[in-house]
């Protein structure tokens, strides 16, 4: 049989920031409602209400000598370790943000230059063929930024690619409102490389999506809830029910659609990686994926981070890769040649989906 060009994961690497906030560090908090009203629960109600939607419990946030960019480059020297691949040898890095870098008590986003720069030049790599990139396109974008050096690989422009999803979402939140006790920080990164195979190997198939006519702004940018602070400042806002409806409704056609273009079916699929933002959403989609797709809900093949991580936006799903395939996340094992399916929803609104195989 003739080989073919395939995208192939030589290594990953996370950084997982070492500060645990637990919910009880919100317990003094105020929260405001998006009226300016002070709420009427106390923080415990509040809080215990979150942590059973979202199945949160605690989150990592950076520390204050961090930035986005320091913890895509030490997810990124992870990733070069655990691959064994020379770092000069990269013909690309991508690093998937919405923020930039945001400094403790400042929100105001860093982006020039680019984080991929930065990271390039804190790898401390000298080739120039090595380009470096930045690509915002939500929660995403990681999986986004892999689909796209798929594309790169395949047309044979190059052998490896670098690609990191790293945020720090502590920081542009508004600390009064309750959403705010989602968000995390962290960076996940995976190095993607040619092989040429007789067999379907690495990423088989993909898809994606952009809603942006009615569902554009369900994230968004705006002042603090708290009437003493509003001001030039914007900070992260959701719709979490609209966006909630929209991912169960949306999320699993995206993954169906990837399932059926690898020429498979959800009784193929090992595990499923779903973008870590609620957890009853996360059930929820998959359990739709089963029902679409003709097959058993079965919550086993689901790994889930976000009761002990939060929500670190485009690091998620790279965590969660690299954790699994390190064989770090209990009761989770794939072995050579498990199909895997990853997939992720956020600002835009954007969607996507990869089917990949373990070689």
Known sequence: MEKKLYSVVAGTGSCIPARRVPNSDFLGWTFFDASGEKLKKSNQETIDKLAEITGIRERRYASDD????????RAAADALE????????????????NFGDVRP???????????????????????????????????????QGMIQANYYLKAGDGKRTLVIGAETLSRISD????????????????????????????????????D??????????????DPAHRGDELYLKMDGHKLYEYALKTVPLVAKESI???????????KVLIHQANEKMDEAILKRL??????????????????????????????????????????H??????????????????????VYRLP
């Open 105 to 143: 008590g400042n929100v105001r986003s860093d982006f020039v230059p680019s984080l991929a720069s930065r990271v390039k030049h804190k790898l401390a790599i000298a080739n120039p063929r090595a380009v470096a990139y930045d690509l915002p396109f939500g929660c995403p974008g990681w999986l």
């Open 260 to 270: 059926e273009k690898a020429g498979l079916g959800i009784a193929d699929i090992k």
């Open 212 to 225: 942006a006519i009615e569902h554009a702004f369900m994230l968004w940018m705006g002042p603090s809830y």
């Open 290 to 331: 089963c029902k679409i797709c003709g097959g058993e809900y079965d919550p086993a093949i689901m790994p889930m981070t976000i009761s002990w991580l939060g929500n670190s936006s485009v690091a998620t799903v790279p965590t969660l890769l690299d954790l699994l395939l390190k064989d770090k996340l209990d009761g």
């Open 82 to 97: 655990t691959s064994g691949v020379d770092k000069e040898s990269l013909d690309a890095i991508i690093v998937a943000h």
């Open 175 to 210: 600390p009064h409102d309750r959403d705010t006790m989602i968000y995390a920080d962290g960076a996940g990164a995976t190095i993607l490389e040619a092989v040429a195979s007789d067999r379907p190997v690495g990423i088989l198939a993909h898809a994606a999506r952009t």
């Open 333 to 354: 094992r794939v072995r050579s040649g498990d199909a895997i399916v990853l997939t992720s929803v956020g600002a835009g609104m954007n969607i996507n989906a990869v």
């Open 66 to 73: 961090q930035l986005a960019s320091d913890l895509a480059f």
